[in-house]
Structure formats: structure tokens, C-alpha cells
């Protein structure tokens, strides 16, 4: 089984910082998206466990978003595949286009993709490759073992757990709960530098507009109202029942 994993280099949702357009700030560090660290460590353990032959970590991004194929080579992918715009505006649809082509001409069997993003958060990337593709989407997984050409995979919905079965190949949207991502180990970087990365541009790919738009990004400001009760635990239960009484709200 050859596996695929799209990866995409966001700002680090702990330290955002806008600049005074409403961007995220250049000064914001990149990390991995923090789904897609579920998806290339689930490719990794079904590799591990000799149920896929390769994992291949490919980004849409820019030159920077080297950073992201080498942590994913460094947990212990075997390539990765950099496609590299100065395009900030590229849209989901055009992340799908150039991924299903390569997961096309490449004959993977199984592509797994993050939920959603910390930045654009669309949640659309792994919807449109299995459209493009014409493959089964399986969402929210957070459990899966491979068969003989299946997946058995457990999605996280309201009030439990489903579980399903797919054939493969399939796009698997990986979500919190799959597993837990390891760290680089020092061996695993090293190992890394040796990893090939091919480098492509999106001009040798063709995108198609997905024909989404996009507002304005900005910090929304917080209203907070409230009644703070700051006393002993009884006097409080008595305040809070004379509020809900005076509200009339039992
Ligand atoms: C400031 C800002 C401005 C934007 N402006 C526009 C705009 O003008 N027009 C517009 O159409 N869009 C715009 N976007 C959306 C942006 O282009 C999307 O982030 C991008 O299209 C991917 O969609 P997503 O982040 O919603 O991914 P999701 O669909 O949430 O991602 C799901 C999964 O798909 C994979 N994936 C996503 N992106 C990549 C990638 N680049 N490389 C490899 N794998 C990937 C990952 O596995 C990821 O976990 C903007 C976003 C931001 C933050």
C-alpha cells in the first residue's frame, strides 16, 4: 500500500500574531498542522507494521514549507514531494487539484489528510481530492486498521463512535484521538537529510478554482458580560438562586 500525506505548513496556533492589515504577521512560526501530525503518524505506524510500502509527505506551499516535509521524513516518512507558490491566495481547490494529481500519477492507495486546518480551517481539501479522484471519503477518523485491500475505521461523531468499511484506494481525514504523533527523534533527523524531496512548481500543475472567497481575516473583539459572585460558597448558592428566581428562572 502506497500512502500519501498532505501536509500543510500553518502558523503555530500558540504564538498568532496579526499584522495591521489582519494577516497573520510574517513573524508568526510555521508548524505542521496539527491534524495532518495525526495523518503522517498513522502512515507511519501502518508502514511499521509492514501494511504499507511507502509514505510520501507532499506540501503546496512556500520554499519555507520545506520545514514541514522534513518533520514529516524525520518521524520516518520516506520522501517527500515540495510544491512550491509564492501564491498566498491559492485556494483549497487548487491545494486539491495539484494533491490529486500527484496521488493520480503517483498510484496511491491510500491518502490521508488532515480535518481541517488551524489557518483556513475549510475542512474542503480532503472532500474535493476524493471528488476529483471519484474515491470514497471517510471523515473524522480516529481508529483504523487495514485489511486485505480495506479499511475498518471508526469516526468520532455526536454521540459516539461508527464505525465503517471502505475499499481502498480511499481519502482518510484524519482527526485528535487517531493516535499520538511521536517526536523527531535526533536518529530520525539525521536520517532525514538523506531523504529525497522533489522539488515541483503549481505551474506544472493544472489547478482549477474551486470558486470560493475569502473575506477579510481578523481578531474578533471580545465582549464578556456577567456577574461575578465573590464570596463563601453558601452565600454564593444563595445570590445565584435569588438571580434565577428574580429572572424568573425557576
Ligand atoms: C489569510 C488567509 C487568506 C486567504 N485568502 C484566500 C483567498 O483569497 N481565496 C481563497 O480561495 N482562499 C483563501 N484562503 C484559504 C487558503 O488558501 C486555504 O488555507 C487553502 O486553500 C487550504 O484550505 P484550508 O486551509 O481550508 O485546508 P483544509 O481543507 O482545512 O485542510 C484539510 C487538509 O488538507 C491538507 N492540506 C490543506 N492545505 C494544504 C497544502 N497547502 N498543502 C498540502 N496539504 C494541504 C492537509 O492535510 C489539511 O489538514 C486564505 C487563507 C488565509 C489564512
Redesign the pocket.
Known amino acids: 500500500m502506497k500512502i500519501l500525506v498532505?501536509?500543510?505548513q500553518a502558523p503555530d496556533p500558540n504564538a498568532i500574531r496579526f499584522d495591521a492589515s489582519g494577516?497573520?504577521a510574517a513573524s508568526t512560526p510555521r508548524v505542521v498542522?496539527e491534524?495532518?501530525q495525526y495523518?503522517i503518524e498513522e502512515a507511519i505506524r501502518l508502514k511499521e507494521a509492514g501494511k504499507a510500502t511507502e509514505v510520501v509527505v507532499?506540501?503546496?506551499?512556500a520554499a519555507t514549507a520545506r520545514d514541514a516535509i522534513a518533520r514529516g521524513l524525520g518521524m520516518g516518512a520516506d520522501r517527500g514531494v515540495l510544491v512550491i507558490t509564492d501564491d498566498?491566495?491559492?485556494?483549497?481547490g487548487?491545494?486539491a487539484a495539484i494533491?490529486s494529481t500527484e496521488a493520480r500519477d503517483g498510484g496511491y492507495d491510500l491518502i490521508i489528510?488532515?480535518?481541517?486546518?488551524s489557518?483556513?480551517?475549510?475542512?474542503?481539501?480532503?472532500p474535493l481530492i476524493a471528488g476529483l479522484l471519484d474515491l470514497p471519503l471517510v471523515s473524522n477518523v480516529v481508529q483504523l486498521e487495514a485489511g486485505d485491500g480495506t479499511l475498518t475505521l471508526g469516526r468520532e461523531v455526536e454521540d459516539g463512535r461508527h464505525i465503517v468499511e471502505t475499499t481502498l484506494p480511499a481519502v482518510v481525514c484524519a482527526l485528535t484521538g487517531l493516535n499520538e504523533p511521536r517526536s523527531p527523534s535526533l536518529k530520525g533527523i539525521m536520517a532525514a537529510r538523506k531523504k529525497p524531496v522533489e522539488e515541483k512548481q503549481v505551474s506544472d500543475y493544472a489547478v482549477s478554482d474551486a470558486h470560493?472567497?475569502?473575506g477579510r481575516?481578523y481578531a474578533e473583539a471580545r465582549v464578556v458580560e456577567g456577574t461575578i459572585i465573590e464570596t463563601d460558597a453558601e452565600s454564593a448558592a444563595k445570590q445565584v438562586v435569588a438571580i434565577l428566581r428574580e429572572k424568573k428562572l425557576v
Request: charged letters at 15%.
Open positions: 498532505p501536509v500543510k494577516a497573520f498542522n491534524y495532518d495523518a507532499m506540501t503546496v506551499g498566498a491566495d491559492l485556494t483549497a487548487d491545494v494533491v489528510v488532515g480535518q481541517e486546518t489557518d483556513g480551517g475549510s475542512g474542503t481539501v480532503g470560493v472567497s475569502w481575516l
